[in-house]
């Protein structure tokens, strides 16, 4: 099962302060200072005017081959999902998600119901 510390959940947060919401966050080669990103702010990056669906996906992607029109890529920012007890800032390569951590991060709601 699926689960991360209070620790974990207090530091999944968008740089503008949005959380308990789905995060995006650059590639591994990118630093981490740039911190994660809220579907708004991810969109606001990657230059894009789209609504994201309830897990996440969007139609405005450019597919690699064999995946399917729509993805839970914005941009080239990739969905944040912690690995737990790796420590802050740790996050599962897009490619090697597991089921139960991917599952986790579709459930949680796309935008940020807090008021900022
Ligand atoms: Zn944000």
């Given amino acids: 099962m699926y689960t991360l510390s209070s620790a974990e959940l207090e530091r999944y947060v968008c740089v503008c302060g949005a959380r308990h919401c789905k995060l ?25 005017v789209t609504e994201i669906g ?8 450019t597919p690699a081959k064999n995946e399917p029109m729509d993805t839970d890529r914005i941009g080239i920012l990739v969905p944040a999902v912690p690995i737990p007890k790796e420590g802050v800032g740790n996050y599962w390569r897009y490619n090697s998600i597991p089921k139960s951590a991917r599952e986790w991060w579709e459930t949680l709601p796309t935008y940020s119901q807090i008021s900022l």
């Fill in 54 to 61: 309830p897990k996440g996906r969007h139609s405005l992607g």
């Fill in 24 to 48: 995006w966050r650059f590639p591994a080669n990118f630093t981490r200072a740039k911190g994660l990103r809220c579907a708004t702010c991810a969109l606001a990056v990657a230059n894009l």
